[in-house]
């Protein structure tokens, strides 16, 4: 199974600054239509995760545009121009390239400070 | 407004049964992919199953292979998950996630239930 690796696993940032989680996949998630098949979620407190990012950097609907994915084969960033008190909660990045199964991160959880 | 919905959690004992369903409502179900998702403290989020639109194709995690089935009614617009041979290690909040898609790969899981608890107790 593809193993999925998050850094930091926790961080606290201030309201209005800018927020980054990287992201690590044992194996290269860039398959041979030209997607890359990494997915970004976020569990908010006390609820079941959303998804926030499909195929590296498309943004779902409804998601703000503060919300950016970036990165390549096996290596990945979201980014949180600007942090707001509603992202708090956790943050996991998950594969879809390599299945079954589908591989989560460990999770990131953000506060607000 | 697209919707899973979550029932047939519980406690049961190791080695018993439990089958969970999944209401979707809000799309035309017979067309996506469904996965059931779990997460507990300890494991995180594991995905466990995922069926096609017609139901025609199935897929298992290891750990729960031979021992949970899933499967779907699309006259009812349902996905269940029949678990069998349950052990304290199944103990989880368990997710019904829809796929974007008709097949299982190349989907994201873009929309959640809010879970059902199972807990796995003598």
């Known amino acids: 199974d593809v193993v999925m690796t998050q850094t930091p696993l926790s961080l606290s940032v201030t309201p209005g600054q800018p927020a980054s989680i990287s992201c690590k996949s044992s194996q290269s998630l860039l398959n041979g239509d030209g997607k890359t098949y990494l997915y970004w979620y976020l569990q908010k407190p006390g609820q079941s995760p959303q998804l926030l990012i499909y195929e590296l950097s498309s943004r779902f609907s409804g998601v703000p545009d503060r919300f950016s994915g970036s990165g390549s084969e096996t290596d990945f960033t979201l980014k949180i121009s600007r942090v707001e008190a509603e992202d708090v909660g956790v943050y996991y990045c998950m594969q879809g390239l390599h299945l079954p199964p589908y591989t989560f991160g460990q999770g990131t959880k953000l506060e607000i400070k | 407004e697209v919707q899973v919905s979550e029932s047939g959690g519980g406690l049961v004992q190791p080695g018993g049964s439990l089958r969970l369903s999944c209401a979707a409502s809000g799309f035309t179900f017979s067309k996506f992919a469904m996965n059931w998702v779990r997460q507990t403290p300890e494991k995180g989020l594991e995905w466990i199953s995922g069926?096609?639109?017609?139901?025609?194709?199935?897929y298992y995690t290891g750990s729960v292979e031979g021992r949970f089935t899933i499967s779907r009614d699309n006259s009812k617009n349902t996905l269940y998950l029949q678990m069998n041979s349950l052990s304290a290690e199944d103990t989880a909040v368990y997710y019904c996630?829809?796929?974007?898609?008709?097949?299982?790969?190349?989907?994201?899981?873009?929309?959640w239930g809010q879970g059902t608890t199972v807990t796995v107790s003598s």
């Open positions: 996630a829809k796929g974007s898609g008709y097949y299982y790969y190349f989907c994201a899981m873009d929309v």
């Open positions: 069926i096609t639109g017609d139901g025609g194709s199935l």
